[in-house]
């Protein structure tokens, strides 16, 4: 029987295509409320996750959009009790699951078990730490065990067969195969050879395998979801939702706006387990 959420709502691994959408938004941007209504909106149209990035000043895996946003967020007083304090207030009324995407620098400053605690108890089912070597991985993994979080290992394309054989078998809850090398930002094209680096990772880890960096139209979904089990969209929600903003939206006219993108999106890939 399924123990945790990303059990119950990510596809287990099988032979047929059967990927879902796991949408990101950067927490407070533009505002709580705007990411509070598009996460209940991504919700009501079936997401099986949603990653929620944590604002940071000095992010290193992240492309000019999602950096933006963060400045954003962070220049409006933004912090990472307030994150927790989001999280916490929506959890008991979605459905789906809930990551955060925080560098391991933001950890370190509030002290790794005392993050762990708090991002469990206000209602994330895993975290993803970019910047966290594999080779400096135990005590956060064994962190994030004891909180009961799943840590979802990152693997990129240059990453090499001995390190992510480590990454796909140190992994819980599901393995994030990053479709290019280097930072988050919209693409035209996924790499010809995607569909076996995701084999790979799924026999090794007996997971599913999510694929993200540049994945940005319905298209792409469809295309990722015919091969692994999920396909993670980011900078091109961001944007929607910095362009609503630059174009004078705000409140339910802006979650309206990007909420139908991610419906869009949804064409692509089939609704969560339920």
């Known amino acids: 029987m399924p123990t945790h959420r990303l059990e119950t709502t990510l596809p287990r691994t099988?032979?047929?295509?059967?990927?879902?959408?796991?949408?990101?938004?950067?927490?407070?941007?533009?505002?709580?409320?705007?990411?509070?209504?598009?996460?209940?909106?991504?919700?009501?149209?079936?997401?099986?996750?949603?990653?929620?990035?944590?604002?940071?000043?000095?992010?290193?895996?992240?492309?000019?959009?999602?950096?933006?946003?963060?400045?954003?967020?962070?220049?409006?007083?933004?912090?990472?009790?307030?994150?927790?304090?989001?999280?916490?207030?929506?959890?008991?009324?979605?459905?789906?699951?809930?990551?955060?995407?925080?560098?391991?620098?933001?950890?370190?400053?509030?002290?790794?078990?005392?993050?762990?605690?708090?991002?469990?108890?206000?209602?994330?089912?895993?975290?993803?730490?970019?910047?966290?070597?594999?080779?400096?991985?135990?005590?956060?993994?064994?962190?994030?065990?004891?909180a009961d979080l799943c840590y979802i290992g990152l693997v990129a394309p240059t990453t090499s067969a001995e390190r992510r054989e480590t990454i796909a078998r140190g992994s819980t809850g599901f393995v994030y195969q990053m479709a290019v090398a280097g930072t988050t930002g919209e693409r035209t094209d996924l790499p010809r050879n995607l569909a076996a680096e995701v084999n790979v990772l799924r026999a090794l880890s007996g997971l599913p395998v999510c694929v993200g960096f540049g994945i940005s139209t319905a298209q792409h979904v469809r295309d990722v979801c015919g091969i692994a089990d999920g396909a993670i969209v980011g900078s091109a929600i961001v944007r929607r939702i910095a362009d609503g903003v630059r174009h004078g939206l705000a409140g339910e006219a802006l979650i309206e706006s990007v909420s139908a993108f991610i419906a869009e999106l949804m064409s692509g890939a089939r609704p969560r387990l339920r």
């Open 14 to 146: 099988t032979a047929e295509p059967n990927g879902v959408l796991l949408p990101y938004l950067t927490a407070g941007f533009p505002d709580a409320g705007v990411t509070e209504g598009l996460i209940r909106k991504a919700d009501e149209l079936g997401v099986a996750c949603i990653e929620l990035g944590i604002p940071f000043s000095d992010s290193i895996a992240d492309g000019p959009v999602i950096q933006n946003s963060f400045h954003s967020v962070l220049e409006s007083g933004w912090r990472l009790d307030d994150t927790f304090a989001l999280a916490a207030r929506i959890r008991s009324s979605v459905q789906c699951g809930l990551a955060a995407m925080v560098s391991f620098s933001l950890v370190h400053r509030v002290g790794l078990e005392r993050f762990m605690d708090r991002a469990s108890a206000s209602g994330f089912d895993g975290i993803i730490l970019p910047d966290v070597p594999v080779e400096e991985s135990s005590a956060t993994k064994q962190a994030a065990d004891r």
